[in-house]
């Protein structure tokens, strides 16, 4: 089955005649010209509810809103769009602000091992093959946006699958792969094969006992896992991953529960967990879409019934919409840990939040009470030395910081042995 999308244009007429409201597509296309935006026929169809917009939290998780652009961003760029040569210097000069490193280059964190390899711990190796550096839809706060606006610039991908096996024989100790994009399931099963097949073996590479993969394609293109032509090819070739005796897991990025509702979306899970992977999800706390409790416990309520795995909680990326989709980091953890205390037991597997930072994978326990003040509690899950995992760090407490970037860490770790307070239930939101 043909994947067809909406972007651009024609991503501004879907707006407009979906929600019957022109200005709505009248925003869409001048966001759009700085920020990309493509949307399936499934997320248009089947997830986003056109009558509520703009204030459906699916619409605002795919479609642009002026508010994601500095209102005298917006003016400039709707000013310039008679004039291609001011729009494009208007434009240029406003990703540079949202964006410093046009090229989409993940940041913070460790030094490649080779172009698209990184190695963030010492066990795991983090690819990114070329023909996944895209999404059947995209996400308006990822990080990667800029990758994704057809600029020229650096890629972040191995352009070889040998640079990959490469380094898997230079490197016995590395125990779990992650491939990565953009969506590695956009690539038909006969590219992808090109990085899986090998350890669909049970000797070569036997150091390699996990590989995960991360998705987005059960929410948003689940026909991927049905009617695509290569469909079959693609859960053989996962099925011969599991039958090598290795951990296959698959990171489903969900965002909100309706994305799972749709019976596509069952019908995929069903044909995935015939293949023995274990469906893991993840995602980030972001406003207008998820920034309340009872969301994310309906969410894992329904994950866990599902047969999925609530796996982690994340404290969104740096990303340009930064102004549109961020939330102060003492609010994202009120929203985890009152999420927790109304989700079932089987909830419990989820880890959060999660800050990705240049130390690695950092998760915020909770408010310290310190002498001189309240202070955030850090505790280091991945780094690249594995001595640092475990080791706590308080940051000052800052009600509006956001993310790591925004927090000046306390050098005196003897105050870890001061005790945490769980955070004050978080208001419901608009309060």
Partial sequence: ???????????????????????????????????????????????????????????RLVVPHRDMLAPADFAAVE??????????????????????????????????AAPGLRQPSPDTLLVLPPQGQTCHSYCGYCFRWPQFTGEPGPRQAVEDPGTMWAHLDRHPGITDVLLTGGDPLV??????????????????????????IGTKAVSFQPDRFLTAPDADDLLRLLDGVVRSGRHLALLLHVTHPRELEPAPARRAL????????????????VRHVNDDPAVWARMWRDQVGLG????????????????????????????????RRRAPDLAGTARGPVMVTELGELVVDGI??????PAFALRALRTRDPALAGTLVHARFDPTA??????????????????????????????
């Fill in 79 to 112: 000013a310039a769009l008679p004039d291609h040569d001011r729009l494009r210097r208007v434009v240029t000069g406003i990703r540079e602000r949202l964006a410093p490193d046009p090229g989409g280059r993940p940041a913070p964190g460790p030094p490649e």
């Fill in 187 to 212: 690539m038909r099963a006969e590219a992808l094969a090109r990085y899986l097949a090998p350890l669909t073996g049970r000797h070569r590479y036997a150091h390699v006992r996990t590989v995960r």
């Fill in 308 to 339: 999925l795995v609530p796996y982690s909680l994340l404290v969104a990326r740096d990303t340009g919409p930064r102004r549109y989709y961020g939330l102060p980091l003492a609010r994202t953890l009120s929203v985890c840990a009152e999420a």
């Fill in 402 to 431: 956001q993310g790591w970037g925004d927090l000046v860490p306390y050098a005196d770790h003897d105050r870890c042995l001061i005790p945490y307070r769980s955070p004050a239930p978080v208001p419901p939101p608009g309060e």
């Fill in 1 to 59: 089955m043909e994947n067809r999308f909406h972007t651009g244009r024609r991503l501004a007429r879907l707006v407009a005649d979906r929600t019957g409201r022109p200005e709505l597509g009248h925003d869409a296309e001048v966001v759009a010209r700085v920020l990309p935006f493509k949307v399936s026929e499934h997320v248009a169809d089947a997830l986003v509810d056109w009558e509520r917009a703009p204030d459906d939290p699916l619409y």
């Fill in 368 to 373: 310290a009470r310190l002498p001189d003040g």
């Fill in 270 to 285: 069903r044909r995935l967990h015939a293949t023995g992977a274990v469906l893991r999800t993840e995602a980030p706390v």
